[in-house]
């Protein structure tokens, strides 16, 4: 019930936007609790991905005293990677096209994420 309310979520977040291509909720230790994904992209090898990453910007603004984390962005030739906590026992993972407007998604990411704060 609650990973089709999750879905639901990642539909309306992925149609807000046409520079989003792919969403997924991830719990803290790595596991995929509700994704919209393409075919081609594997859900375990995203899940353990996002929250490696978010673990490791976790310390990294710890050790270099730049407060608490609020994203991590990853940028690479075909487009963004986009992680933020929901709430405190799950990951928002978003991928966004090489062109993407990010302050938009950026808003509509962080929305997103508070929907999946409360819902969890």
Do not use: W
């Not at 407060?67 to 990677?81: C, S």
């Not at 799950?90 to 096209?97: D, G, I, P, Q």
């Amino acid at each position: 019930m609650k990973s089709d309310m999750l879905t639901s979520i990642l539909v309306e977040l992925n149609g807000t936007s046409g520079d989003i291509e792919a969403s997924g909720v991830i719990s803290t230790d790595g596991l995929m609790m509700a994704s919209v994904l393409p075919a081609e992209l594997d859900e375990d090898r995203v899940g353990a991905m996002s929250a490696a990453m978010l673990s490791l910007g976790d310390r990294t603004a710890q050790e270099l005293n730049r407060g608490t984390l609020e994203q991590v962005l990853i940028k690479g030739d075909h487009g963004y990677v986009l992680m933020t906590y929901a709430g405190n026992e799950a990951v928002l993972t978003v991928m966004a096209k090489a062109n993407a407007k990010l302050g938009l998604i950026f808003l509509d990411v962080k929305r997103a994420a508070q929907s999946i704060a409360e819902l969890l």
